[in-house]
T-cell receptor, first 116, second 113 residues
Framework: AQSVTQLGSHVSVSEGALVLLRCNYS??????LFWYVQYPNQGLQLLLK??????LVKGINGFEAEFKKSETSFHLTKPSAHMSDAAEYFC??????????????FGQGTILTVHP | KAGVTQTPRYLIKTRGQQVTLSCSPI?????VSWYQQTPGQGLQFLFE???????NKGNFPGRFSGRQFSNSRSEMNVSTLELGDSALYLC????????????FGQGTRLTVV
């Protein structure tokens, strides 16, 4: 069974500092990988996704993530944090076939706090 | 293009009652998935429907059920509500999972008292 581990349930950074949110997955085959962001009382918004091809993926709002198969990781980064980045971030995986239609397996989430 | 619409946004129900939640996907999307989000368990997959057929189901009791209509709108039903069913229920639609991304609605906040 797939699993996703997000290291650090809370991450705090200063405005303008580097944001690094860690995600490791466990899967028998390389899955599709996603990062979502959730603001309070809202649904999930897709930041970026990796399916195939280039392992460095750029997303919205200046975020990017790198798929490292050897490390089974998909860490999310942003060079310079902004106050509006404060939210909860979820890493998710999806099998590319079989009977896993529509099923995303999520990590436990990381709450990002940005200090002025 | 309208996003995924979930109704109602908030619900308060009493233990033992049943509840129906509704989800209207993005136009053209034929896949609808449902998730339960709680502070303790996080985001957990309930089920997925595609062209009115349930293709995948998570590990939830039979009290949780769903269906999809010919216009791709979906409903989920929870019978005999328990306090532990209090959660944010999220619906997501996509064209052709997993090859296309899922777009989420704002969710229905269910409180069971």
């Amino acid at each position: 069974a797939q699993s996703v581990t997000q290291l650090g349930s809370h991450v705090s950074v200063s405005e303008g500092a580097l944001v690094l949110l860690r995600c490791n997955y466990s899967s028998s085959v390389p899955p599709y990988l996603f990062w979502y962001v959730q603001y309070p009382n809202q649904g999930l918004q897709l930041l970026l996704k990796y399916t195939t091809g280039a392992t460095l993926v750029k997303g919205i709002n200046g975020f990017e993530a790198e798929f490292k198969k050897s490390e089974t990781s998909f860490h999310l980064t942003k060079p310079s944090a902004h106050m509006s980045d404060a939210a909860e971030y979820f890493c998710a995986v999806s099998d590319i076939g079989g009977t896993s239609y529509g099923k995303l397996t999520f990590g436990q989430g990381t709450i990002l706090t940005v200090h002025p | 293009k309208a996003g995924v619409t979930q109704t109602p946004r908030y619900l308060i129900k009493t233990r033992g009652q049943q509840v129906t939640l509704s989800c209207s996907p993005i136009s053209g999307h034929r896949s609808v998935s449902w998730y339960q989000q709680t502070p303790g368990q996080g985001l957990q997959f309930l089920f997925e429907y595609f062209s009115e057929t349930q293709r995948n189901k998570g590990n939830f009791p039979g009290r949780f059920s769903g269906r999809q209509f010919s216009n791709s709108r979906s409903e989920m039903n929870v019978s005999t509500l328990e306090l532990g069913d209090s959660a944010l229920y999220l619906c997501a639609s996509s064209l052709d999972p997993p090859n296309t991304e899922a777009f989420f609605g704002q969710g229905t906040r269910l409180t069971v008292v």
